[in-house]
């Protein structure tokens, strides 16, 4: 009796679902469930049922179908701000939460079909992580990017993550990619051999060089990332300095309201001055609930003089009026010891600061406050603050690392402020503090967030988190900082040489794919 690996073509149906479950086991990966071990082994599970499709169409559906289940589990948050601080319709907020995740499903559809274009056995093998790569690259650039849910963010806290200092958050990627299609393929190669042994002969059976290759990529890039995890890319730069990040827990619900102003900067108030002695303080993203010109003078002095007294700086996050045809920048001001600069949110957020071009009609179903946003420049450089240079990020800035390499080398601290009480108590927040671990130890800078709601923390040029503050509490953490200079690799090459040996190994597995056509 003859028995073989099953490369035949199944019921495009069942392998979808088995892939939806698949894409859904993924979100467990990442924060806060942390099992950064088993995204290789879903990419595995979703790589075997591709090879069970015959036709690049049915490939897509089972891509998409990984995708929702990641998606749709993973960011699925976003609904929150649109039905519960949007006031969009809960059926409407539904749809478009749905349609956000379908959008973001498209991209590893696409890999998934760019796959079975190419020949079985090695290219096929080669194929898969590269084209993943390109795909999540891709999804960091296509109408303003996102970048949530990329697999490479799950191996934060893992050995993979000794490969973020060298060449970024794209080659864990590749890496945790590559490690999926390892697994695939030697367990195709040991049912192979099992079958062998107790049945006969077997078609398709791996070629040992792909076995070998395949258990070099299961091990070796594991390895060498614990080792690079050790490696001192930068070095300390001064003092030691003591910071206060501020987290209000102020409601979004009540953060615009009128009657709600003076509590608000009451609280602020008491936390600065919780705050005092500290060399830098810093705000939470939009702390203020009026505009900067519209801030009582004699308020911002009494912030102003606390840092003063400690010889240090606060940082304060507030809306500014823009110039025409814009309304307002999200930014934030430096006060205290050092003279007064700013830094002016670069890259904004669709449907949240801004209304793209044909999607008007949304705000017939949004009541999201301040739209109308003007980016801030590209060329800005870290805020000069005392003995450190501060490059500072706004909000989901910090999930492009493009954005965060534009002021270094030349900054010292990494300071990220955000207002996630749009997502309530859900997922994002502690996806987002694992995206700014990754962005810590790409760039070999510690990293401090002050948040409204949470997660309020210093994250160390390791990529670990040093100090938390209680999410959904009033905090005012106080943690002791030693700024860094130098640059670690990916400083200066980014993600361009991941990107290009994934675009090179797809191109060669497609031409490899048309040349046995030919």
Avoid at 133 to 156: C, D, H
Avoid at 454 to 471: C, E, Q, S, Y
Wanted: proline fraction near 7%; charged fraction near 15%.
């Amino acid at each position: 009796m003859t028995a073989s690996v099953p490369d035949r073509v199944r019921p495009a149906s069942g392998a979808a679902l088995a892939s939806l479950a698949a894409g859904a086991a993924s979100t467990l990966a990442f924060a806060p469930f942390g099992a950064w071990w088993l995204a290789p082994f879903t990419l595995a599970a979703l790589l075997a049922l591709l090879s069970r499709v015959a036709s690049p169409l049915r490939a897509a559906l089972v891509g998409f179908a990984f995708g929702l289940g990641s998606f749709g589990t993973g960011v699925s948050w976003v609904y929150v701000s649109l039905h519960v601080h949007g006031s969009m319709p809960a059926p409407m907020a539904a749809i478009a939460t749905a349609g956000f995740c379908a959008y973001l499903a498209l991209y590893p559809a696409a890999a998934a079909a760019f796959v079975a274009l190419t020949p079985r056995g090695l290219w096929r093998f080669a194929s898969f992580p590269a084209a993943w790569t390109v795909a999540e690259w891709l999804r960091g650039w296509v109408l303003t990017g996102f970048t949530w849910q990329s697999i490479g963010y799950s191996q934060a806290g893992g050995p993979l993550a000794g490969w973020a200092p060298v060449a970024g958050l794209y080659a864990m990627t590749l890496a945790t990619a590559a490690s999926g299609a390892a697994l695939w393929w030697l367990g195709r190669a040991l049912l192979a051999r099992l079958a062998q042994r107790g049945m006969g002969a077997v078609n398709a059976r791996p070629s040992p060089i792909g076995t070998t290759v395949a258990a070099a990529l299961l091990v070796l890039p594991w390895i060498a990332g614990a080792v690079l995890l050790r490696v001192e890319w930068t070095r300390p730069a001064g003092e030691p300095v003591e910071v206060a990040l501020l987290q209000g827990n102020v409601p979004q619900e009540l953060k615009w309201r009128e009657d709600r102003v003076a509590p608000t900067l009451e609280t602020y108030l008491r936390l600065v001055e919780a705050g005092r002695g500290a060399k830098l303080i810093v705000m939470p993203e939009t702390a203020m609930p009026l505009f900067a010109d519209r801030l009582p003078a004699d308020y911002v002095e009494q912030l102003a003089a606390v840092a003063r007294e400690g010889g240090g700086d606060l940082l304060l996050g507030a809306v500014e009026r823009a110039e025409a045809p814009h309304a307002y920048r999200n930014a934030v001001f430096s006060l205290g010891q050092s003279p007064t600069q700013a830094y002016r949110k670069e890259h904004l957020v669709p449907f949240g600061e801004f209304i793209p071009p044909l999607f008007g009609w949304v705000l017939d179903w949004l009541s999201i406050p301040l739209q109308d946003f003007a980016p801030g420049s590209r060329e800005q450089r870290p805020l000069a603050l005392g003995s450190q240079r501060v490059a500072v990020n706004i909000c989901y800035e910090d999930s492009f690392s493009r954005v965060i390499l534009r002021q270094l080398p030349e900054a010292t601290l990494l300071v990220n402020v955000s207002n996630t009480a749009w997502f309530g108590r859900s997922l994002a927040q502690p996806q987002h503090l694992q995206i700014a671990q990754l962005r810590a130890l790409e760039t070999g800078r510690p990293m401090l967030r002050a948040t409204n709601t949470g997660m309020t923390a210093m994250i160390d040029p390791r990529g670990r988190v040093l100090a938390l503050a209680d999410p959904f509490t009033e905090a005012a953490l106080r943690v002791r900082v030693q700024g860094h200079e130098g640059a670690t690799p990916f400083v200066h090459i980014g993600n361009a040489p991941a990107v290009a040996l994934a675009a090179l190994l797809a191109l060669v597995a497609l031409g490899m794919g048309r040349r046995r056509r030919a």
